[in-house]
């Protein structure tokens, strides 16, 4: 991978400026000089390690040389945004001296306390937190829903990213037991597999195989599960790539729709239709899904659940939108950028819909976005708990 140099340079830049500041901090206020000397040296080591880390070509490298990149840089950013919170808690007790008082020591501490907070809160996230199974339960009534799925049940998953567990499954078949113990009348997993390659989903067959519900597992693709982010040789073996992701749901008795629609039926009359979508949402992301290829006719009165991947499918074609007749859509995608704390998220300021049940102006078209069992770019989550949705139907 190439790093643009100028950002790079910045960013080592100021770096150096936050440690060097803090390096002098130590060695003006501890009567001992190990502190000092640890401070400079470990920022030195770790600097030498991360420019080489980054050096690797993990675009197109192993999915082991991906996992090595994604702690590495995680834990870059574990040290040093405590770091930032310690030097901007410590600029603001030295104010007082512009005025020719003496610094606030209470401040300098509480930036000391408060960045060490903030090193175990990643920490927690990625040792603790991110193996946390959440089981939330949401009733959904729906207009129309034939009697015999008043009380249907219906367990969501998604945003796996079995890549970030190698070859380790202890979780994702913890997750599986758990999932089946809440004995569901459907399964449907909303996208997002793997990481880069389909090849990291090989051991996590056999477990995700075991899933069982009445009416069995749906599944859709998300925008990880392309191919996208990786670099390939040649477009025939991104194709191959495609195919064995293909394969692999199939050897798990996964029914993985491509713009496609299942019904299910109770009885000879009663009946629901799963519309299930490939990626659709806002740039940077590529839209391979097409809802009329799915299922032509929205505005029919058959009840409709949508499968897909993205919320801002729902929020932009879908909410307030009187001739689709589709009463719940089930996303996932957001992850809540990992990071929350009850109902407040930074995700907010990507997607207004990043995790929750969610309602157009009129009620008609209902949202749930499942912010996933899995983790990508950070692995840690730290709130935002890995989250099993189960979903009971009820009857408007």
Request: with cysteine.
């Amino acid at each position: 991978m190439r790093i643009p140099m100028l950002p790079m340079a910045i960013f080592v830049l100021f770096n150096l400026l936050i440690d060097s500041y803090i390096y002098r901090a130590l060695k003006r206020r501890c009567k001992a000089k190990w502190p000092a000397v640890v401070q400079w040296w470990s920022a030195a080591v770790l600097y030498m390690v991360v420019l080489g880390v980054l050096a690797l070509p993990f675009k197109s490298g192993s999915n082991q040389t991906l996992l090595l990149v994604m702690w590495t840089v995680f834990g870059y950013f574990s040290i040093y945004i405590p770091k930032y919170l310690f030097v901007i808690f410590d600029l603001l007790a030295r104010v007082p001296k512009l005025f020719g008082r003496r610094r606030l020591k209470w401040l300098s501490l509480t930036g000391a306390v408060v960045s060490c907070v903030v090193f175990i809160l990643f920490w927690w996230g990625a040792l603790i937190n991110r193996f946390r199974l959440d089981v939330k339960e949401v009733e959904i009534p729906m207009a129309g829903l034939p009697a015999q799925f008043d009380g249907y049940r219906i367990v969501q998953l998604s945003d796996l990213h079995t890549g970030t567990y190698g070859n380790d499954t202890t979780f994702v078949s913890r997750l599986v037991d758990e999932v089946n113990r809440l004995d569901a009348d459907l399964i449907v997993f909303t996208g997002d597999i793997v990481n880069r390659r389909s090849d990291e989903l090989t051991p996590f067959v056999r477990p995700l195989s075991r899933l069982r519900a009445r009416d069995g597992v749906i599944s859709i693709l998300g925008n990880h599960d392309y191919g996208d982010y990786a670099v390939w040789a040649s477009d025939s073996l991104k194709q191959e790539n495609m195919q064995l992701l293909l394969d692999m749901q199939r050897d798990m008795h996964w029914d993985l729709l491509l713009n496609d629609t299942r019904f299910i039926r109770r009885g000879e009359s009663d009946s629901i239709a799963v519309i299930g979508v490939e990626n659709i949402g806002d740039p940077p992301f590529h839209v391979y899904g097409s809802l009329p290829k799915a299922y032509p006719n929205t505005g029919d009165s058959v009840v409709k659940i949508l499968l897909s991947h993205n919320p801002a499918h729902w929020t932009d074609d879908i909410s307030n939108h009187s001739e689709h007749n589709i009463g719940l859509t089930l996303s996932g995608h957001t992850h809540a950028m990992q990071m929350s704390a009850g109902r407040i998220s930074p995700a907010v300021f990507r997607y207004p819909t990043w995790g929750g049940l969610y309602a157009d102006a009129d009620s008609t078209h209902l949202l749930y976005v499942n912010i996933g069992e899995g983790t990508v770019g950070m692995p840690a989550r730290i709130g935002a708990t890995p989250e099993i949705t189960l979903i009971t139907l009820k009857k408007k």
